[in-house]
Nanobody, 120 residues
Framework: QVQLVESGGGLVQPGGSLRLSCAVS????????MGWYRQAPGKKRELVAR???????NYADSVKGRFTISRDNAKNTVYLQMNSLKPEDTAVYFC??????????????WGQGTQVTVSS
């Protein structure tokens, strides 16, 4: 019943910028946190950025200072602004919605993923 629709991926040259969007069915405040993850071929999926209902943000060390996660409450959309892109940023990026049901029990919802390729 929860749908996360991603857009904004594509091919960009090193040093360029992209903005990913994640449109969520219903209010994003149904979830404790919204986040962006990425997975490169042969590698484990990793957290890129996260934002909680209170506005607290977290970033992977590799993207700090270059990526910014934000939200538009009216549009029920979470964004990932990616600047100064590097080839090592190449991956499939996934939108995630996280909800804590009770202590020790959580629900996670995922988008379909969008490909980001940084290459000259």
């Amino acid at each position: 019943q929860v749908q996360l629709v991603e857009s904004g991926g594509g091919l960009v040259q090193p040093g360029g910028s992209l903005r990913l969007s994640c449109a969520v069915s219903g209010s994003i405040f149904r979830f404790y946190a919204m986040g962006w993850y990425r997975q490169a071929p042969g590698k484990k999926r990793e957290l890129v950025a996260r934002i909680t209902t209170s506005g607290t943000t977290n970033y992977a060390d590799s993207v700090k200072g270059r990526f910014t996660i934000s939200r538009d409450n009216a549009k029920n959309t979470v964004y990932l602004q990616m600047n100064s892109l590097k080839p090592e940023d190449t991956a499939v990026y996934f939108c995630n919605a996280h909800r804590s049901v009770s202590v020790g029990l959580e629900d996670d919802y995922w988008g379909q993923g969008t490909q980001v390729t940084v290459s000259s």
